[in-house]
């Protein structure tokens, strides 16, 4: 045999009780370990050292492989009393030193510490709902400088506002140690819509998966954020979808290769106690045992108790005279005899739809509240109803343009839900 270096991973055994590393092959007789040998252990904080010695311990034979067989409770002590479960074998001539794995240290060093670290960050909505389950970010990034306005002026941390790839990854891991990190990864590739380009026209072909879109590699980014931060726990929203993308099974494929539990499904607020269906896909990844997600609830409260108090001859209010074009598009809506309805909430509904990203653009399908005594008579919901319907508090700074914010909140996911949801499988 010419090669007389060897690298091996192996899994700790256990022997009486006591943890156990059992080595065998050939190329530990190359290394100089030969059957009838002698060696001496040397056991030090994260490392065995073995050595060649013309006295101590003997080196056993098995068939045509040399055997070392470490068993004692010197290993838990050497390994931080047990934490470590796989070992990184190093053998040279006349030398093995024994180290945690890679993977096995990675593991040991999480800590659900308060810090969180956000990326494809948007206005900060996910990181509203971990703040509200106990965190503090310290990090995001967000490539948009309008919504990194707007999470910086609701969040503190370091914000990084730039595209994924020029964030400076050598910063953020030496934040370290990471309790949580929220990704919102981009849903374009995955929703509907199925465009080629982010804000483009261009369609994708029926052949091309949704991987083809410019934004497909985002999952790879999500993924090399995860192992340089190394958080205790990971919490990924996006749109149904994603679950049967390819992107979403190499997710959460690498996850759990990375040593965390893994699940994930999808969750309608409403199941919840939410007032509005945002159904998301939630990919959670933990580094405790099992997911505990949270428990549904079915009480739900009144659409009243988040509207404001708006006057009946308010200039919110229009009619078929101010907005022929809406009553126009409803009317041929409904003449088409497919189930359209115009979605009209009253205070007393206990479910308000979903509120898309263009909600303040006025488009014939969203949602409008009907006037208490005139029944042609209408209005968009406002800012602070559709903020609180998002589970957002009155005082969440959303800026000027109405229109983006209107983007962050139709965007965004329903706070309170996934504060239940990030408080629950983190345990705090």
Not at 183 to 188: A, D, F, K, R, S
Not at 318 to 343: C, I, M, V
Not at 398 to 404: N, P
Request: with cysteine; proline share 6%.
């Amino acid at each position: 045999m010419h090669v007389a270096t060897r690298t091996t991973v192996l899994a700790l055994g256990e022997h009486r009780g006591h943890p156990r590393i059992y080595i065998e092959g050939r190329w530990l007789i190359a290394a100089g370990f030969v059957p009838g040998g002698c060696f001496t252990v040397a056991y030090q904080r994260q490392q065995i050292v073995l050595e060649l010695s013309p006295t101590g311990r003997t080196i056993s034979g098995k068939r045509a492989n040399a055997v070392i067989d470490l068993n004692g409770s010197e290993i838990h002590q050497a390994f931080e009393a047990g934490t470590i479960r796989r070992v990184m074998v190093r053998g040279e001539v006349g030398r093995i030193c024994i180290t945690p794995s890679y993977l096995a240290l990675k593991q040991s060093q999480r800590r659900l510490s308060p810090s969180a670290v956000s990326l494809f960050a948007g206005g900060g909505l996910l990181c509203q709902a971990a703040a509200m389950a106990g965190f503090q970010t310290v990090a995001a990034i967000e490539i948009d400088r309008d919504y990194a306005d707007i999470f910086q002026a609701n969040h503190g941390g370091r914000m990084y506002q730039c595209s994924i790839e020029e964030a400076p990854w050598d910063e953020l891991a030496g934040l370290a140690p990471i309790g949580l990190l929220e990704m919102g990864i981009p849903c374009e590739p995955y929703s509907q819509i199925r465009r080629l380009d982010r804000g483009g026209q261009n369609k994708r072909l029926k052949d091309l998966p949704p991987e083809a879109h410019e934004l497909g590699d985002m999952v790879y980014w999500a993924l090399k954020a995860a192992d340089l931060l190394n958080p205790h726990t990971i919490v990924v929203e996006e749109v149904p979808a994603f679950l049967k993308s390819g992107a979403g099974y190499i997710l959460c494929h690498a996850l759990t290769r990375m040593g965390y539990t893994v699940d994930a499904r999808v969750i309608n607020p409403i199941e919840y106690g939410a007032l509005t269906a945002r159904t998301r896909a939630v990919v959670v990844a933990t580094t405790f045992d099992h997911v505990a997600w949270p428990e549904p609830r079915t009480a739900r409260g009144r659409l009243g108790e988040i509207m404001e108090d708006v006057p009946d001859d308010s200039p919110l209010w229009f009619d078929r005279q101010s907005k022929p074009w809406l009553y126009n598009h409803w009317q041929r809506q409904t003449a088409k005899e497919n189930g359209f309805q115009p979605p009209q909430l009253k205070p007393e509904d206990a479910y308000c739809p979903t509120i898309k990203k263009r909600y303040f653009a006025g488009q014939g399908d969203n949602v409008v509240v009907r006037h208490p005594s005139q029944p042609d008579c209408h209005r968009w919901l406002t800012l602070a109803e559709v903020r609180r319907l998002m589970g957002l508090p009155d005082d969440y700074i959303l800026g000027d343009a109405v229109t983006t914010a209107g983007e962050i909140l139709g965007q965004g996911v329903q706070v309170e839900v996934f504060a239940q949801i990030i408080r629950s499988v983190t345990g705090r």
